[in-house]
């Protein structure tokens, strides 16, 4: 019973005793914060100052790289491997596209190696892909400009020699041309056609023959037929026997 007088004694007199201690006796310490009292001078961004900074120093967020056309072919051809033959490997996927591409370049060079080799055995006279009619009609205007000075004969030999039947036919109109027009029954211009020929001549089996002669050779040299040797034959003995009707 004594002590539990005393501890609640202890605990009555303690508000009493803190409550009795001066105010006075409380100090703050002026030197703990530090009071700034000189001026404030406002400092201004210089005008435009962005423009120094968009170098790529300043650059901090590095963007995707573009893909070009190529790279997103060789993902495209990856995947498709992977779907078609499971190829999972990309490094092999792309062996594989190295070596399809190698394989093309090299098909491609013998084609045109071929085909210049064969333009230059032809004696094509014009760009290897070009008609071989054309390139004749090229080469043979000048015959056409100059037709009373050029030996046909000599040149229909040759051409059946070679056994460029097309070039023989061609060689057999101008050659009635030129036998018409040295008899008279023509007069001989580049510019005409062949109706204009036919308009002028004034026998009936010469104008004949002319009109069949004609159908021949625009059939067989403008239409590029190839003749079989029957078929050239016909043809030859059909001019031959016009030019021995000429003279």
């Known amino acids: 019973m004594k002590k539990f007088v005393l501890i609640l004694l202890f605990f009555s007199i303690i508000p009493l005793w ?4 001066p105010a006075s006796k409380i100090t703050t310490d002026s030197t703990a914060v530090a009071i700034d009292t000189s001026d404030v001078v406002p400092v201004y961004f210089k005008e435009n ?3 120094n900074y968009n170098g790529t120093a300043f650059k901090y ?4 790289p573009v893909k070009s056309i190529w790279e997103r072919f060789k993902e495209w051809f990856s995947e498709w491997l992977n779907r078609t033959f499971d190829v999972q490997d990309s490094a092999r996927a792309m062996t ?4 399809a591409i190698n394989t093309i370049a090299v098909l491609l060079i013998l084609v045109v190696i071929y085909l210049i080799v064969k333009a230059i055995l032809n004696k094509e006279g014009t760009w290897i892909f070009g008609s071989k009619s054309d390139a004749n009609l090229i080469r043979y ?5 100059n037709l009373h000075l050029v030996d046909f004969e000599k040149l229909i030999k040759q051409s059946i020699q070679s056994g460029e039947h097309r070039l023989t036919i061609r060689y057999y109109y101008l050659f009635v041309l030129k036998k018409m027009s040295e008899k008279e029954l023509i007069e001989w211009d580049v510019e005409k056609t062949n109706s204009d020929y036919l308009y002028e001549i004034k026998s009936p089996q010469l104008k004949a023959n002319f009109e069949y002669l004609s159908y021949l050779y625009n059939y067989i040299w403008y239409g590029e037929f190839e003749l079989t040797a029957t078929e050239f034959e016909k043809a030859k003995k059909a001019f031959d026997t016009t030019i021995q009707s000429i003279y």
């Not at 803190?18 to 201690?21: D, G, I, L």
């Not at 967020?61 to 995707?64: D, F, G, L, N, V």
């Not at 205007?141 to 400009?145: H, L, Q």
């Open 18 to 21: 803190s409550q009795s201690t």
């Open 49 to 51: 100052f962005k423009e």
């Open 96 to 99: 594989i596209l190295d070596y």
């Open 141 to 145: 205007d000048e015959i056409e400009k």
């Open 61 to 64: 967020e590095e963007a995707a």
